[in-house]
């Protein structure tokens, strides 16, 4: 006999408390029933029930066999309804939590994208530096920039964050080229104040080399997007992600400042709940997210 019918059966009679009651529950005989019950009695070499003509009782073995069948059986069910959500269309609204540069200048082109294939879902994306608390503040998806040490997330790794150095034309007529890090110290530095020591730079160059620089500069603010503004305006050397500076290099706007150097690379993170039964929407997102920012090989 079928293996999961007899412990969905046994289930029963145990939830149900007679094999009467359950045959009639279940559409089918009291002989029937009691056939479940023997073959899963024979197969374990154990009893599972203590039988009398009043009630019936479980043995130490139905007891932990009971247990046992309950979660496997749930188990089942949530694997079903996992696989028939996974096929069904996404829909529904999906709240995300990002840091602010990243979210506004690299993030928000891949999610219009994304919402032009999938036209049922909408997406509220919050920008916030602040370490999400995802479930405390009711998110579904965020992107973390740093190193993960909660466990109750899954975190998917996503390229590095990469911060590059760069200046306006202007300043560098005036002020020089550095040739190397160490003299940085002697330039203007525009610096993010929310780093937890935004007057030294950490530097990786060629080959591996790396240089931790003490830097100075008149200008520091807490959102990149204004010490941008400021390296425009000719006020110093910004350090900012290449996606935010990209147009204005290309454009020559700004132009590189130590090519070979760069902020060490942060690790960045997909981070979602421990979801047992993920929604097709949630699945979507992430699956999409991943094609566009996975790290190489993970």
Same mark, same amino acid.
């Given at each position: ?10 289930? +029963? ?19 029937? $029933? ?56 996404? +829909?529904?609204?999906?709240?995300? $939590? ?9 993030? $928000? ?52 964050? +990469? ?74 050397? $910004? ?60």
């Amino acid at each position: 006999m079928d293996k999961l019918a007899g412990m969905a059966m046994f289930v +029963r009679v145990v939830e149900i408390g007679s094999f009467s009651a359950t045959a009639e529950a279940s559409g089918v005989s009291p002989t029937m $029933v009691a056939k479940h019950i023997r073959t899963i009695e024979q197969r374990l070499g154990a009893r599972l029930l203590h039988r009398t003509t009043r009630r019936q009782q479980l043995t130490e073995v139905g007891r932990l066999y009971y247990e046992r069948c309950k979660h496997a059986l749930a188990e089942v069910e949530l694997a079903e309804a996992s696989a028939s959500e996974l096929q069904a269309s996404p +829909r529904g609204r999906v709240r995300l $939590v990002a840091p602010v540069s990243f979210g506004s200048q690299t993030l $928000v082109p891949v999610l219009t994208d994304y919402l032009a294939r999938h036209p049922e879902v909408s997406v509220e994306l919050t920008l916030d530096n602040r370490v999400p608390d995802l479930i405390g503040e009711g998110y579904e998806l965020g992107i973390h920039i740093g190193d993960i040490d909660d466990t109750g997330l899954v975190a998917r790794p996503l390229q590095p964050y +990469r911060r590059i150095l760069a200046a306006a034309p202007s300043y560098l007529a005036k002020h020089g080229r550095p040739d190397h890090p160490e003299q940085l110290n002697a330039h203007a530095c525009l610096g993010l104040l929310y780093w937890r020591r935004h007057d030294r730079w950490h530097l990786l160059g060629p080959g591996g080399e790396a240089c931790e620089v003490l830097v100075k500069g008149r200008f520091t603010s807490n959102q990149g997007s204004a010490l941008r503004i400021a390296a425009l305006c000719g006020a110093g050397i $910004v350090l900012q992600p290449e996606a935010s500076l990209a147009d204005d290099l290309a454009e020559g706007r700004l132009v590189p400042v130590l090519p070979g150097w760069s902020y060490k690379p942060t690790p960045m993170y997909l981070i979602y709940a421990q979801d047992r039964r993920p929604t097709a929407k949630l699945r979507s997102v992430i699956d999409f997210l991943l094609e566009h920012f996975s790290a190489a090989g993970s």
